[in-house]
Nanobody
Framework: QLVESGGGLVQPGGSLRLSCAAS????????VGWFRQAPGKEREEVSCITASDGRAHYIDSVKGRFTASKDHAKNSMYLQMNSLKPEDTAVYYCARAGSSCPIDPRLVEVWGQGTLVTVSS
């Protein structure tokens, strides 16, 4: 199970940190990622962290602004989002992959419940 927290309303240029706590399995053993889905759009992967080396990969639109990380002791993962833009508005999901990075959403094994991020003045 994955349980998310940390979404909300933020002004353009602001920051938010999303958290995702895992239970029933160890995050470090899997490729894990963050997805988002904006209204009327398909769900897209934002970031993926590979289990083999712990490196995070990002889509171009968030590179330099978003940072994905994991905490082994807390069995949790995080998405630090800075310099937020209105186009970042979406429901964000954490996910455990059944495949390699980048993650095909059809192959996700476990989804978080989603948390809404709204970037607006």
């Amino acid at each position: 199970q994955l349980v998310e927290s940390g979404g909300g309303l933020v002004q353009p240029g602001g920051s938010l940190r999303l958290s995702c706590a895992a239970s029933g399995f160890t995050l470090d053993y899997y490729n894990v990622g963050w997805f988002r889905q904006a209204p009327g759009k398909e769900r897209e992967e934002v970031s993926c962290i590979t289990a083999s080396d712990g490196r995070a990969h990002y889509i171009d639109s968030v590179k330099g602004r978003f940072t994905a990380s994991k905490d082994h002791a807390k069995n949790s993962m995080y998405l630090q989002m800075n310099s937020l833009k209105p186009e970042d508005t979406a429901v964000y999901y954490c996910a455990r992959a059944g495949s390699s990075c980048p993650i095909d959403p059809r192959l996700v094994e476990v989804w978080g419940q989603g948390t809404l991020v709204t970037v607006s003045s």
